[in-house]
């Protein structure tokens, strides 16, 4: 089992920017990726970004490319999302997820998820 603990959320102005972190626990050594996904009210969850455990291969949405940044600290069992010239659009509820089994890179299939953390830009 991992346990993913999301934080760094809240209320910024637009153009403004958060860093959220997403501290993984347990058995964290099977991880294989980690991504952060996103559900704003009334919208499907989509893809943000994501990175390797072990390679540092990243990717990430066309809507956030420039703009985000996902990094992680193995040493600390972090992920973080560094978020800059957000835009009303980015609010939402962000997550982040770990994936233990191999899966494709892109895939959207998770197998752990954390409890979220609020994302609120103001124009």
């Known amino acids: 089992q991992v346990q993913l603990v999301e934080s760094g959320g809240g209320l910024v102005q637009a153009g403004g920017s958060l860093r959220l972190s997403c501290a993984a626990s347990g058995r964290t050594a099977s991880v294989y990726r980690m991504g952060w996904f996103r559900q704003a009210p009334g919208k499907e969850r989509e893809f943000v970004a994501l990175i390797t455990w072990s390679g540092g291969i990243k990717s990430y949405a066309d809507s956030v490319k420039g703009r985000f940044t996902i990094s992680r600290d193995n040493a600390k069992n972090t992920v973080y999302l560094q978020m800059n010239s957000l835009k009303p659009e980015d609010t939402a509820v962000y997550y982040c997820?770990?994936?233990?089994?191999?899966?494709?890179?892109?895939?959207?299939?998770?197998?752990?998820w954390g409890q979220g953390t609020q994302v609120t830009v103001s124009s």
């Open positions: 997820a770990a994936d233990k089994s191999g899966r494709p890179l892109l895939s959207v299939e998770y197998d752990y």
